[in-house]
């Protein structure tokens, strides 16, 4: 699941998370648009793995992502041990990796179609790129240049760029920002936390991710960048809570992973409201991402123990 994927970041071995244990996903939304809660058996469920997946696993460098126009992006590992980035065209799989780079972690698409690259060559030097519709845009790091640029996570419809950072003491943090602004975005951090990883940020500026505690508990955070509010997010009954999505209506999922059986399971979560969402008839659930026409993609676990990347459109 997430928690995983933030191991994401191979490109940063500062942060590694646990890969064993089990996911439960949910849903998190506004208390007035309760009736806009869909439950799974509400969706037409389809598979979307590219062909060059090699470790069907959730380490957080297999994450799966949907965008308002249905465009699917996805980040794996390839047989070769690096990290690729494909989106599924019409046509079908395309690898979009930077040309010359060893390793590409990418993010969802904006409705633009936009892709946030975060790549590295031989040297392990990480640099950005945006990606859109075959082309490639080599810009500058939006973050304060004091901080050691992490990995780009996200891409709204503004072009903002959420990423994670680490400063001088090996503490990361969020970072919003545009490109086109190098080294001006905005640093912050759920407060009295020994790390926070932001996931999305979506147009209105409300950022989703996950902090750790001083026991090393894993919660989710929503932070408003309008009046610079956080809020804590737990699943019930979950050791360790993400929220990873987030679109423009405030509707949210994320996973959380349970204590009894160490499972991960998906949630989705309207106006404070929790509620479980999983792929029916599967072992685990991991959601990504949430879009204003409320697709949802992720990874689920299936009986042989694969993991496979998904997308739920609405019946």
Not at 60 to 89: E, K, P
Not at 231 to 252: K, L
Request: hydrophobic share 40%; charged share 10%; net charge negative.
């Amino acid at each position: 699941m997430l928690r995983k994927m933030l191991t994401l970041l191979i490109l940063l071995s500062c942060i590694t998370l646990t890969s064993s244990g089990f996911l439960r996903a949910q849903t998190i939304y506004d208390a007035e648009k309760l009736g806009r809660f869909m439950p799974p058996h509400d969706y037409n469920f389809t598979t979307v793995d590219s062909p060059g997946l090699y470790q069907e696993v959730d380490n957080g460098n297999f994450v799966t992502w949907v965008n308002n126009s249905g465009l699917v992006s996805q980040q794996y590992i390839g047989i070769d041990g690096n990290m690729h980035t494909a989106v599924l065209l019409e046509d079908g799989w395309k690898v979009i990796d930077v040309p010359g780079a060893t390793n590409t972690a990418g993010t969802n698409a904006n409705s633009q179609g936009q892709i946030a690259l975060t790549y590295s060559g031989a040297n392990g030097v990480t640099h950005l790129a945006i990606w859109e519709k075959g082309h490639y845009s080599y810009v500058n790091n939006p973050c304060p240049a004091e901080y050691t640029y992490g990995v780009a996570v996200g891409i709204n419809d503004w072009g903002q760029v959420t990423s994670y950072v680490v400063d001088s003491n090996g503490v990361s943090w969020a970072c919003l920002g545009n490109p086109i602004f190098p080294y001006r975005g905005v640093v912050f951090g759920f407060p009295d936390a020994v790390g926070t990883i932001p996931i999305m940020t979506n147009d209105l500026g409300v950022t989703v991710g996950a902090y750790w505690d001083a026991q090393g508990v894993q919660h989710g955070f929503v932070h408003h960048m309008i009046g610079n509010i956080f809020t804590s997010v737990d699943f019930p009954g979950a050791f360790n809570s993400w929220v990873q999505g987030i679109n423009d209506e405030g509707i949210m999922n994320g996973s959380g992973q349970l204590n009894s059986s160490s499972n991960w399971a998906g949630f989705e979560i309207i106006g404070g409201h929790i509620e479980d969402w999983n792929v029916p008839g599967e072992v685990q659930t991991d959601l990504f991402v949430i879009t204003n026409n409320l697709r949802v993609a992720g990874l689920y676990q299936s009986a042989d123990g694969v993991w496979h990347g998904f997308v739920a459109t609405p019946r």
